[in-house]
T-cell receptor, first 116, second 114 residues
Framework: DSGVTQTPKHLITATGQRVTLRCSPR?????VYWYQQSLDQGLQFLIQ???????AKGNILERFSAQQFPDLHSELNLSSLELGDSALYFC???????????????FGPGTRLTVL | AQTVTQSQPEMSVQEAETVTLSCTYD???????LFWYKQPPSRQMILVIR??????QNATENRFSVNFQKAAKSFSLKISDSQLGDAAMYFC???????????FGQGTRLTINP
């Protein structure tokens, strides 16, 4: 158990719908990262938040958005869902992207999203 | 472009034997970190081992060790005394100092034969 929690574990929805995925980082971790794992694209970085602020953006679609709340939990919002959005969505957390040391990311169990 | 290549989509090994998984990466940065993550059938991503690029000494964690060749941009994982519980997808990844996102390879599926 990494200490990172994600809910729900599974989500089945229809095209055009909107869903929210939730992540709680490990105690003491300030950074949260979202990744998408799909069969054709592999593991792709989506977005990073540090202490409530967006820090880095990757291959995140405009239909997707995220935020990190004052209690440091994060939510990933996916809207106007398409069949191709079906994937495993991981949240990871780390202490702080500080210079000079490895900032290791610990992953949650993931949320499996199926869009029908 | 920053990329990670795992040239072996699948590998298999006999239980108790040793296996090496290959990984090469491409970055122009001088300060970066390398990781191996394991993803068993449960789909959980589990950190196996990590290596700072500025360290010449290869990292070791129990039965897991790496062979880090910085000039060749190679970062292979050696698993000694393979166990059935080692069966999983193994992902090589790196992150650059200051840009913390992980860049992953496509993975190698490791099968352990009893």
């Amino acid at each position: 158990d990494s200490g990172v929690t994600q809910t729900p574990k599974h989500l089945i929805t229809a095209t055009g719908q909107r869903v929210t995925l939730r992540c709680s980082p490990r105690s003491g971790d300030l950074s949260v990262y979202w990744y998408q794992q799909s069969l054709d694209q592999g593991l792709q970085f989506l977005i990073q938040y540090y202490n409530g602020e967006e820090r880095a953006k990757g291959n995140i679609l405009e239909r997707f958005s995220a935020q990190q709340f004052p209690d440091l939990h994060s939510e990933l919002n996916l809207s106007s869902l398409e069949l191709g959005d079906s994937a495993l969505y991981f949240c990871a957390s780390s202490v702080h992207p500080s210079g000079g040391s490895i900032d290791t990311q610990y992953f949650g169990p993931g949320t499996r999203l199926t869009v029908l | 472009a920053q990329t990670v290549t795992q040239s072996q989509p699948e590998m298999s090994v006999q239980e108790a034997e040793t296996v090496t998984l290959s990984c090469t990466y491409d970055t122009s940065e001088s300060d970066y970190y390398l990781f191996w993550y394991k993803q068993p059938p449960s789909r959980q991503m589990i950190l196996v081992i990590r290596q700072e690029a500025y360290k010449q000494q290869n990292a070791t964690e129990n039965r897991f060790s790496v062979n880090f060749q910085k000039a060749a941009k190679s970062f292979s994982l050696k698993i000694s005394d393979s166990q059935l519980g080692d069966a999983a997808m193994y992902f090589c990844a790196y992150s650059i100092q200051g840009a913390q996102k992980l860049v992953f390879g496509q993975g190698t599926r490791l099968t352990i034969n009893p």
